[in-house]
């Protein structure tokens, strides 16, 4: 009888050792899956910020999009008239269907552009083009500018004149996805008419009354 009860209570032991073991065990895996999720939301949450960092454009702020747009507007233009460089007009910073808005007629497409700008290149050496300013607002830049240079060539079917042409103006421009889709040149058109075609060979641009832009 000592015996099976000695058996019984070993057995009861046993038991409860076994159920506490198991609870010791299932408790551990609930940790170490607790744990696991953990890292995972932790490695995921740092691969995230790590993809928003390089993300380029897409993450950037209205404000430093605009900075950006701006800086890089500015130093297409700078290239393009003062260096020659035509090859900055280009898919980079245009949009293929880029459109310059004229009285005439509206020129699209960037090789139309790049052929319409050229007309400076050709008309004139000694050129000095300046953006005196240059904001904006969301997808739309203001460029108030200045262009210098001396009538040598032939410039939108003017000959050459030997005069020096001193003229300031306006761009209205729209960006979309940093590239320019739009622009639209304000000057005194009567300014420069005059200016190229007055005999004295150089003419002031102070001897003007501004025109409306």
């Not at 299932?26 to 999720?37: D, G």
């Not at 083009?129 to 240059?134: G, H, K, R, W």
Request: charged share 20%; aromatic share 10%.
């Amino acid at each position: 009888m000592r015996k099976a009860g000695a058996r019984a209570v070993i057995h009861e032991l046993d038991a409860n050792a076994l159920s506490q073991l198991i609870c010791f065990q299932n408790s551990m895996m609930n940790r170490l899956f607790l744990l696991a999720s953990l890292s995972l939301v932790i490695l995921l949450g740092c691969n995230s910020s790590s993809e928003s960092t390089t993300g380029g454009a897409t993450e950037l702020s209205d404000d430093e999009r605009l900075e950006r747009d701006l800086k890089m507007y500015e130093q297409v233009w700078f290239d393009f008239l003062n260096n020659g460089d035509t090859l900055a007009v280009n898919a980079e910073h245009f949009t293929e269907d880029v459109t310059i808005i004229t009285d005439q007629g509206n020129i699209v497409g960037i090789e139309g552009v790049r052929q319409f700008y050229m007309n400076y290149l050709n008309g004139f050496s000694e050129i000095e083009f300046t953006i005196v300013d240059a904001f904006g607002q969301g997808d739309k830049i203001v460029k108030h500018w200045n262009f210098k240079g001396l009538h040598t060539g032939d410039f939108f079917g003017i000959s050459a004149t030997g005069n020096r042409l001193d003229l300031s103006g306006t761009t209205l421009v729209t960006m979309r996805e940093g590239r320019v889709a739009s622009e639209q040149d304000f000057f005194d058109m009567k300014s420069m008419l005059d200016q190229l075609q007055k005999a004295s060979g150089e003419v002031s641009v102070d001897d003007y009354a501004p025109g409306t832009l």
